[in-house]
């Protein structure tokens, strides 16, 4: 697949990029608002496009065929930011993947979406904005997956996850960077995934067995 990643220079965004383009079924195209970014995204084995998800960013899906959509707008940022990137953001760019006829959109979301009251105050509006994006792509009419990880950690990945619809109950909610970014990756072309929602957690199964479960 020619894929497009959205987010490509954040912390997930770039592990994406390296694993698509360590991949022999793939191409990759990074899109980064940063022109300094460029150097790293082609060492990374990647097309680098300049592109702002506040701005008309329709180009950039030019002569690809799927999205990983990995951007956030960061916890240091605003409540104004959040919206703009982390929903309508998220949300243009599913209205032009579906312009441009994308066969596949993997969104990347978050944990508690399902029930952003539910959530701690201070992230309160990033899960609303979240959930805002995931409505949107799910009545789309895209071939879309979004996934929802639970605390992201800087650890190396185990290939070990827990996967399921909605959890209701968690003693441990964290899962490493790296097993989210396979998850996103691996969902691609695993037709289990293909109209699903689903959380996952670091946990007891591998990735591509839980993904196939679900």
């Known amino acids: 697949m020619?894929?497009?990643?959205?987010?490509?220079s954040g912390h997930t965004g770039k592990r994406v990029v390296k694993l698509l383009s360590d991949s022999s079924q793939h191409l990759v195209r990074a899109m980064i608002r940063k022109a300094s970014d460029t150097e790293e995204m082609e060492k990374l084995g990647s097309k680098p496009i300049l592109a702002d998800l506040e701005q008309d960013f329709s180009f950039a899906m030019n002569d690809v065929n799927a999205v990983i959509f990995a951007a956030g707008s960061g916890s240091s940022t605003g409540h104004d930011k959040t919206i703009a990137v982390d929903q309508e953001g998220a949300k243009?760019?599913?209205?032009?993947?579906?312009e441009k006829g994308i066969e596949r959109f993997i969104m990347l979301s978050s944990i508690g979406t399902e029930n952003p009251a539910m959530a701690p105050e201070a992230l309160r509006p990033y899960v609303i904005a979240k959930q805002a994006a995931d409505q949107h792509l799910a009545i789309s009419g895209l071939n879309?997956?979004?996934?929802?990880?639970?605390g992201l950690t800087n650890e190396p990945g185990t290939g070990m996850i827990d996967i399921s619809r909605h959890f209701t109950a968690l003693e441990n909610n964290m899962i490493s960077r790296d097993d989210v970014a396979?998850?996103?990756?691996?969902?691609?072309l695993t037709k289990e995934?293909?109209?699903k929602i689903f959380e996952i957690v670091g946990g007891s199964t591998p990735i591509e067995e839980a993904l196939k479960s679900i």
């Not at 243009?92 to 579906?98: E, G, L, P, Y």
């Not at 396979?182 to 691609?188: A, G, P």
Request: no cysteine; proline share 3%.
């Open 144 to 150: 879309y997956t979004i996934v929802r990880p639970g």
């Open 182 to 188: 396979q998850v996103l990756v691996d969902s691609l």
């Open 193 to 195: 995934t293909e109209h």
């Open 2 to 8: 020619n894929v497009l990643v959205i987010g490509a």
């Open 92 to 98: 243009k760019a599913v209205d032009f993947a579906k």
